[in-house]
């Protein structure tokens, strides 16, 4: 028994005319006769008395248009699930970012997107950078927004450029006015970070500006890998913060102010990891909208001054 059988014999049974019912299918009148032969010969029963005048429906007819009915609406049922998840599929892309180091070109190019592509449903995760880019890889995201170092292999690397570093004050402290801070009017005092797993490219960076400049801060991480968490630990008196210049850009807290960190214009690199190329069609779909989200993420990067058009596949 086929779906075509049934739609024919529904449409027959509705008209209880065979002309009319192929004019309703748009196919020839023989078509619908002979696909109502093939049903009552598979069935073993007939299902319509034709005349030269009338046609009528048998018992066994009036018993099977009920169910004929019910098969078709869950057969379009079904079908309508497949395409709107293959739409789905073309039209939602999921972004994961690290809390405290999202570049601003990235919202920017977002914003782009809700214009050039309309159909587009953006899902924005945050988390720990290893679990990102393992997400990434597993096809759980599309993209994640990360810092460099990290481990790349097998992805494509978008550079989004580099970024200083800010020094997160209370508005009552004296350094709050400063044009820059340098690590070394923060020591001995303790420094809140983010918990290493958020960022660990930005924190080993720190780590390293502390060695460079021959200090060992006292580094207190935050409980929780959120920014408000930071804030909130140097706004209760716990320590300044040292934090990525892009949470400048983000937040905006009462009582808190963000110096730049002296002689650390260009100390950390964000990028954009997305996966190669799949050559099935729903995931080619759903590239061609991550390699518009790249494109314009590139190009809100590079007007913004902040990044370098580099597209690498790392080895």
């Given at each position: 028994?086929?779906?075509?059988?049934?739609?024919?014999?529904?449409?027959?049974?509705?008209?209880?005319?065979?002309?009319?019912?192929?004019?309703?299918?748009?196919?020839?009148?023989?078509?619908?006769?002979?696909?109502?032969?093939?049903?009552?010969?598979?069935?073993?029963?007939?299902?319509?008395?034709?005349?030269?005048?009338?046609?009528?429906?048998?018992?066994?007819?009036a018993a099977l248009l009920d169910e004929a009915r019910r098969v078709l609406r869950h057969a379009e049922i079904a079908q309508r699930a497949a395409r709107n998840a293959h739409a789905r599929a073309g039209g939602r892309m999921r972004i994961g970012y690290l809390p405290d180091s999202?570049?601003?070109?990235?919202?920017?190019?977002?914003?782009?997107?809700?214009?050039?592509?309309?159909?587009?449903?953006?899902a924005m995760e945050t988390g720990p950078a290893a679990r990102l880019i393992q997400r990434v890889r597993d096809d759980e995201l599309d993209a994640v927004v990360t810092g460099?170092?990290?481990?790349?292999?097998?992805?494509?690397?978008?550079?989004?450029?580099?970024?200083?570093?800010?020094?997160?004050?209370?508005?009552?402290?004296?350094?709050?006015?400063?044009?820059?801070?340098?690590?070394?009017r923060l020591a001995p005092q303790r420094i809140v970070t983010m918990p290493r797993d958020a960022n660990p490219a930005f924190h080993d960076t720190i780590l390293s500006l502390c060695r460079d400049a021959a200090i060992a801060p006292d580094l207190h991480e935050a409980p929780e890998p959120r920014i408000e968490s930071v804030l909130l630990a140097v706004a209760s008196g716990t320590g300044p913060a040292v934090l990525p210049a892009a949470v400048a850009d983000r937040y905006s807290v009462p009582g808190i102010r963000f110096v730049p960190l002296y002689d650390s214009d260009s100390v950390f690199e964000s990028a954009l990891l997305t996966r190669p190329d799949d050559d099935n069609e729903a995931v080619a779909v759903l590239q061609r909208t991550v390699a518009h989200f790249v494109n314009a993420v590139r190009a809100r990067a590079a007007s913004a001054g902040d990044g370098r058009p580099a597209l690498a596949l790392a080895g």
């Open positions: 028994m086929e779906l075509r059988q049934l739609r024919y014999f529904v449409a027959v049974a509705e008209e209880l005319h065979f002309r009319r019912a192929a004019e309703r299918l748009y196919v020839a009148q023989p078509a619908v006769s002979e696909q109502i032969r093939k049903l009552e010969a598979e069935l073993g029963v007939r299902l319509f008395d034709r005349t030269n005048r009338r046609v009528e429906m048998t018992t066994a007819g999202l570049p601003a070109s990235v919202p920017r190019a977002l914003g782009q997107m809700s214009t050039s592509l309309p159909g587009v449903d953006v460099l170092p990290a481990a790349t292999a097998g992805l494509l690397v978008t550079s989004l450029g580099r970024q200083g570093a800010v020094v997160a004050v209370p508005a009552t402290d004296g350094r709050s006015a400063a044009a820059a801070v340098s690590l070394r």
